[in-house]
Structures are given as structure tokens and as C-alpha cells.
């Protein structure tokens, strides 16, 4: 929810009502296709700009981080560390997952 509601996430919906319309234009165009695609290309790269610059936003502002243990692998976790790991049902998991999320703590005993 914290997403969806940032500047970036509102530019983003901005950005995908832009390609809805040039997909349209790209139908009804005889001619001239090429300029449609290059400039649906350009709004698909800056579209994902816009999500990654919302969720790294995000993930900045958060005093608590949910995840997977492979999605601590994150590239938008980039080199965070967190104070504190909990790993729910570790018994369930694979030890190699687990050090995926335990090499996120700020001073492993």
C-alpha cells in the first residue's frame, strides 16, 4: 500500500495509461509504426525506473522489512542490514536459505 500510494507509484499509473494510448495508436496506424514502438520502448524503460525508484523509496522509509528467505537476496536489499532477523519455521526451511537472510544481520554472533 505504501507503494501505491508514493509520487513515483502515481507517476508510474501516469506512465502505463501513456502506453495503453500508444498501443491504441500503434493499432490504428497504417504507417509509422516504428516511431510508436521506439517511443512504447522509451515509456516501458521509464516505467520500470519509475517501480524501482517507488520500492527502493519504500523499502528506505520501513522500520520493518518482510521477506522471503530467497527474497532477502534482493537486489533492492542491496547491502541494508537489519538489526534483527527472524526466520519463521526454520525448521521447514534449507539451512543454505537461511544464511541468505542470517548474513543480513548487522553483528552475527
Same mark, same amino acid.
Given at each position: 500500500?505504501?507503494?501505491?500510494?508514493?509520487?513515483?507509484?502515481?507517476? /508510474?499509473? %501516469?506512465?502505463? =495509461?501513456?502506453?495503453?494510448? !500508444? @498501443?491504441?495508436?500503434?493499432?490504428?496506424?497504417?504507417? &509509422?509504426?516504428?516511431?510508436?514502438?521506439?517511443?512504447?520502448?522509451?515509456?516501458?524503460?521509464?516505467?520500470?525506473?519509475?517501480?524501482?525508484?517507488?520500492?527502493?523509496? /519504500?523499502? %528506505?522509509?520501513? =522500520?520493518?522489512?518482510?521477506? !522471503? @528467505?530467497?527474497?532477502?537476496?534482493?537486489?533492492?536489499? &542491496?547491502?541494508?542490514?537489519?538489526?534483527?532477523?527472524?526466520?519463521?519455521?526454520?525448521?521447514?526451511?534449507?539451512?543454505?536459505?537461511?544464511?541468505?537472510?542470517?548474513?543480513?544481520?548487522?553483528?552475527?554472533?
Amino acid at each position: 500500500m505504501v507503494i501505491k500510494s508514493g509520487d513515483d507509484a502515481k507517476l /508510474a499509473e %501516469d506512465i502505463r =495509461q501513456d502506453m495503453d494510448n !500508444t @498501443l491504441r495508436e500503434i493499432q490504428k496506424a497504417k504507417k &509509422g509504426r516504428r516511431e510508436f514502438y521506439a517511443e512504447l520502448k522509451a515509456l516501458k524503460k521509464e516505467l520500470k525506473e519509475r517501480e524501482k525508484k517507488s520500492i527502493q523509496s /519504500a523499502i %528506505d522509509r520501513a =522500520q520493518v522489512i518482510l521477506s !522471503t @528467505l530467497s527474497g532477502a537476496a534482493n537486489k533492492l536489499l &542491496g547491502d541494508i542490514t537489519f538489526d534483527y532477523v527472524v526466520i519463521d519455521e526454520v525448521s521447514q526451511s534449507l539451512e543454505a536459505e537461511c544464511w541468505i537472510a542470517a548474513l543480513k544481520v548487522v553483528n552475527l554472533l
